[in-house]
Each structure stands twice: as C-alpha cells, then as structure tokens.
C-alpha cells in the first residue's frame, strides 16, 4: 500500500481543517467531512520526521539563526526543479508567505492605494489589503469552459488608474492554472510601463502537475525585476503548514535590503530551528517524495474527474495544472450560493465556497484533494448526495 494512503485521525490535534468548523465556519458536527483548508491529510515526509525528532531529542531550543545549508538547500532546489538560478544574496525569510507580503505593502504602498488581485483569487490577498487600509482594485480572470486567462486589457487600465502594486498568484489559487512565460512577460512589462510593484506569490510552484511546465517570475530578464518580489515555501510542497518559514527573494539589492530593515523594524529577526530543518530536509532529500505525491494527486484528479463525467455531468471540472485544488463549477444547477452550501453541508461534506474568492466565484465550489483515496471516495458518495438533481 501506498504510504499516501494511510487514512490518519486529525481530530483534536488543534488543525484548523479538522478542528475548528465551528469556530471559522459555524459548522457543528462531528460527522462533517472537511474539504475546504489547503493542507495534506499526509504525513510529512519520513525524511523530515526523522530529522525534527533529532532535533527534539537534543532538548535545547535556544535562538537561532538561518544556516548556510538552509540557503543552499533553497539554491539548488530552485535549480533542480524550476531551471531557475537564485543567488544567496537575494533571499531572506519571513514568518510566512501572507506576513511577508502584508509587510511588503506596508513598505511599497500608502493608506488608500489600489492593489490589484485577480478573481477569482486567494481571500487572503483581499483581507490583507483592506486590514491594512489599502483598497482592493479586481481584475477579473476571463474564464472560456472552465478554461481562464488573463485579461490584460483590463490589468492596463487598472494600472493606468493608479494602481500601485499587483498581487500575482503563479500558479493561481483556486483555478490551478499555471501561467505561460508569454503571460508573465506580458504582466512584468506592463508593471514596468505603469511603475507598479509585482508581487508574485509562487508558492504552488512545486506542485506543477506533469505536462505542465512551471515559469517563475525570477527568469524575467533583469531589467524587469528592479520591482519584483517573489514569495515561495516549503509548506505547500510538502505538508509543512505549521512549521512556516517562506522565502522572499528579491534581485534588486536596494529593495532587499530596505525589505530586511522592515523585518527587522517588526522584530522578526529570531527563526524557529524546527522550521529550518523540516525545510532543510525537505529541500535535500525529498524530491523522490514529491515525484510520488504528485503521482497519488494525478490519480485523485482523475478519480473526481471520472466521477463526475459519470454521476454528476452538470458539473463543470477542468483539471488544474497546479496545486491538488479542485474548483468545481456547480452554477448549472441554478440555485444561490446559500442554497449549493446548505445542500453540501447537509450531505455531510465541508468545501471552500467559490463566492469566498470573490464575486467571479460565485456558483463554484473548491475541494482539497490532498487526501488518501479513502478519503476522497467518502466524499464523492456525499458529493453526489448533495448534488444529484434533475436539470429541467
């Protein structure tokens, strides 16, 4: 049996996912099948078990600083998996991908400049922005069959009415697109013409799904990075979540620096030890891991996909390139956003509601994948309970 297979209790072990439906959602039950927060139901690789219980077992968890082998490790990642080549001197760490960026609009931006995201998109791109008193400037994604592209017309105009920053999600949360090296030229130069930083959120990237090819914004041609800043982790790629350490990587030394002095005006220059040697560890030896997991997540999008070709024809999935998302179109059914989540909620299963990614989500719903086969299968049979109607 496949070590991803391995169904593992979560309850009452303090997860978000599993744990606190009633405190973020309002959902009572312990019945609930939750499908919403983007986390594995995996354990993390053995590898980074290991390593995390020799550092335990040392007992001593005094302050520590990032060492050589993390930044190395971070290097020859990029390298080997992305065809990308960072320097050390470009990379710092934040206490996270949302900090880090809430931090950069800080720095970059005032009290009521447009920051522009693009919906449907990442809620907590939208939250960030309007708890720190700046406004939210939409540019919708054109979405063809379940396909969705970028509307540049529209990005120019927002740029041109004074935008001040773009929050690019590559790959895209929740559609799983992945966006083509002409798109991400075509977005850097127009950041370029209208002075706009770009904020390029890269997380998924380890989580490209084969054909599909992964094109971090770090290869734009140097004169396009003077106001780029490109946030990635481990956390995604391989179940790491709690243990957060992200890197922000910066080509432009002025910039760089003028981030650090940010970090260090919040005191955020202490690192946690387990977060460095779980990343570590990852960066080192688990690419062998990953492959596989991809591999066990191919085979879950093709059990959905196959499921609702069969059961449920009325509901639009396009498979994602990226991220183990899958953003079901349910607006067929013509009933309201409230309506699909009682339905959902009263056959026992806990997605992500589109409308939650803004108004272009409406209709949709978004299911975690990131789950052994058993899993799924439970929550297909609710799935179908909720969602078996007779289309007039």
Not at 86 to 107: C, D, F, N, S
Request: one cysteine or more; a negative charge.
């Amino acid at each position: 049996m496949n070590s991803f297979d391995n169904t593992i209790n979560r309850r009452n072990t303090g997860s978000v996912k599993w744990d606190f439906m009633q405190q973020k959602l309002g959902l009572e039950g312990t019945d609930l099948l939750p499908m919403w927060v983007s986390d594995y139901d995996f354990q993390a690789p053995q590898q980074v078990l290991d390593r995390l219980a020799q550092d335990v077992s040392h007992g001593i968890f005094g302050y520590s600083e990032r060492q050589d082998d993390y930044y190395q490790a971070a290097i020859d990642w990029f390298k080997n998996q992305h065809q990308t080549e960072i320097k050390r001197e470009w990379i710092t760490t934040v206490h996270g991908v949302l900090p880090g960026i809430a931090m950069a609009l800080q720095m970059l931006t005032q009290v009521n400049d447009q920051i522009v995201i693009q919906s449907p998109g990442y809620g907590s791109f939208r939250k960030i922005i309007e708890l720190n008193d700046r406004k939210v400037l939409n540019n919708p994604l054109i979405e063809s069959g379940g396909h969705y592209q970028l509307d540049f017309a529209h990005l120019e105009d927002c740029f041109a009415s004074g935008a001040k920053a773009l929050i690019f999600c590559n790959p895209h949360n929740p559609t799983g697109r992945v966006w083509s090296e002409q798109e991400i030229m075509q977005v850097a130069e127009l950041c370029q013409k209208h002075d706009v930083w770009l904020i390029s959120d890269e997380i998924w990237s380890d989580l490209t799904l084969a054909p599909n090819a992964f094109h971090s914004t770090l290869n734009l041609p140097k004169a396009l990075t003077d106001k780029l800043i490109v946030a990635t982790a481990a956390s995604k790629t391989f179940g790491l979540s709690s243990l957060r350490i992200s890197n922000f990587i910066i080509r432009n030394p002025e910039l760089k620096n003028q981030f650090v002095r940010r970090l260090d005006a919040h005191g955020m220059d202490c690192y946690n030890s387990l977060s460095m040697s779980a990343a570590t560890t990852a960066y080192q030896e688990c690419d062998a891991w990953l492959a596989e997991l991809k591999q066990y997540l191919q085979g879950n999008i093709e059990t959905l996909h196959g499921f609702l070709k069969a059961e449920l024809p009325y509901v639009r999935f396009v498979r994602p390139q990226a991220t183990y998302l899958a953003w079901l179109d349910c607006r067929a059914m013509n009933i309201s956003d409230a309506e699909l989540e009682q339905k959902l909620i009263g056959a026992g299963i806990v997605p992500s509601m589109g409308c939650a990614f803004g108004e272009e989500g409406t209709g949709f719903i978004r299911l975690n994948l990131g789950c052994p086969a058993e899993v799924l299968e439970d929550a297909l049979t609710r799935l179908k309970k909720a969602l078996s109607i007779n289309i007039v």
